[in-house]
Structure formats: C-alpha cells, structure tokens
C-alpha cells in the first residue's frame, strides 16, 4: 500500500499523534487534523501513525512525517523566532472612584 493512499474499503483506520512537529501558516483556506485553517492560522504539523486494515483483515501501520504532510498550496514553513504571540492583556482593571456626586 503507497502512503497517503486511502483506506481500503471497510477498513478500519486509527490515527496516533505523537513525535516531531512543523510549525506551519495558513497562506489560504485549509484543513488540517479535522480543523478548518484559515489564512494566517499557525500550527503544528504532527507525526501521524495511522493504523489500516488490509483486505486480509491484518492491521499495518504506515507513518506519515510533517515533510509528506507539508502542503506547498495552502501552507508556508515558518521558524519558532517568527512567531508572533498575542499580547497578553493587563489584569488590572481601571478603577472609578466610589461615591460621588
């Protein structure tokens, strides 16, 4: 079976998550890991191990890495220093004077 080459029909396939990541931009609309991505979206290319039924009923498990995952259509790689965080707001409220007239 090629990789990234659909299930078989009626075959069972479970998706684990876990290894190396890639941290990707949404140029355009997307999908990735069940989620719509829109553009300016940043995530996490994970490593999937999906787990496939045969026609034989054996279960093989085939590895996709970031790299085969990588869509150069919808998607720009990007380096953990260009990340942008959200400022975070102050927690302190501004305060009105009580009483008054």
């Known amino acids: ?5 659909p299930a078989p029909s009626g075959a069972g396939c479970t998706v684990y998550h876990g290894g190396i990541n890639m941290k990707v931009r949404a140029t355009q609309l997307g999908y990735y890991n069940h989620r ?3 553009e300016g ?20 498990e085939i590895r ?3 790299e085969q995952q990588f869509s150069p259509k919808w998607m720009e790689k ?3 220093d ?3 965080r959200p400022k ?5 409220q501004e305060q ?3 009483g008054g007239l």
Request: glycine share 4%; proline share 4%.
């Open 1 to 5: 079976m090629e990789l990234g080459a």
């Open 36 to 38: 719509r991505r829109f």
């Open 41 to 60: 979206d940043i995530f996490d290319l994970e490593v999937l191990t999906i787990k496939r039924q045969d026609k034989d009923g054996k279960f093989k």
């Open 64 to 66: 996709l890495t970031p």
């Open 78 to 80: 990007i380096e953990t």
């Open 82 to 84: 260009q990340v942008e």
């Open 88 to 92: 975070k707001k102050s927690s302190v």
């Open 96 to 98: 009105t004077p009580s």
